[in-house]
């Protein structure tokens, strides 16, 4: 009331800027590359997803909106997705967590999962980005299978195997040269021959060394080594460049192999 007479009292408060930070928002939020979604606080319901989330799960927006995670089936892991749930709780965010989800297919994806809690005209959401890691884990996967498959191989030869980079620094090497050298495999790598073998030993073959990648082509040489229990046998060793995939040198890939037996039987053959 106003001087007794009932009146309207109105308040205009200027948006643009809201309006303005929220256009941006949803042009971020709906173009993103990243699977994203805004659910309520409250009772866990879809308010909000984006294209690329439809993508990728392979739903409509109508058949997510208004539903949560759980009447989806999304995630396939319950006990990671309530360590998740935990986590936002108390610490309002939760950053990178690998999780698995399932497609409206049934197609298994591998997300990697970042959100926080936000505030909107009162209300709190939790927003989401996820991004698809699939590809990715399963190169890795199929990585490891590889690496498995060489190191088994590497592992089976008789021969003595190692790498080293262009500096002479030992990056890898099977068990016969682990057995040469009496040491670890992990004691190896990253150690060079002077760490190793004795001055005279390691200069012989750093000299090899050199003379290979002087001219980046495979060389042959002969020389005797002792072993670290005292066995003394002639090597036939094989050196060559070991180049990465961009063609860029990383080092050189030593094979050397026994032929002691074979030089006393030639040795005998010449006496008779």
């Known amino acids: 009331k106003w001087d007794e007479k009932e009146c309207v009292f109105g308040i205009s408060k200027d948006l643009s800027k809201e309006k303005e930070s929220l256009e941006t928002f949803n042009k971020i939020f709906n173009n993103n590359p990243a699977l994203m979604a805004i659910s309520n606080i409250e009772d866990q319901k879809f308010t909000e997803v984006n294209q690329a989330l439809l993508n990728k799960l392979g739903y409509q927006k109508e058949e997510i909106i208004g539903k949560t995670a759980l009447e989806l089936g ?12 935990e986590e936002l709780f108390k610490t309002g965010k939760i950053k990178n967590l690998e999780l698995k989800i399932r497609t409206k297919s049934g197609k298994i994806m591998d997300g990697l999962f970042s959100g926080e809690i936000i505030e909107s005209q009162g209300n709190k959401y939790f927003l989401t980005v996820m991004i698809d890691m699939t590809e990715q884990k399963r190169a890795e996967e199929e990585l490891k299978v590889q690496n498995g498959l060489i190191n088994s ?3 089976s030869i008789p021969d003595i195997i190692f790498f080293k980079d262009k ?8 068990p016969s040269f682990a057995e040469f050298t009496g040491k670890d495999k992990a004691e190896i790598v990253g150690k060079t021959d002077y760490d190793l073998f004795d001055k005279e030993t390691a200069d012989s073959f750093r000299k090899y060394d050199v003379k290979m990648l002087a001219t980046l082509t495979a060389k042959h040489n002969e020389e005797w ?11 036939d060793t094989l050196k060559t460049p070991y180049w990465g995939k961009d ?13 002691t037996k074979r030089k006393e039987a030639e040795e005998k053959l010449r006496k008779r």
């Open 153 to 155: 191989l590497l592992d």
């Open 247 to 259: 063609g860029e040198l990383i080092g050189f890939l030593g094979i050397s192999r026994d032929i």
């Open 74 to 85: 999304l995630f396939i892991e319950p006990q990671k997705q309530k360590m998740v749930k």
């Open 225 to 235: 080594i002792t072993y670290s229990d005292g066995r003394k046998k002639l090597l």
């Open 167 to 174: 500096a002479g620094v030992y990056l890898g090497c099977n």
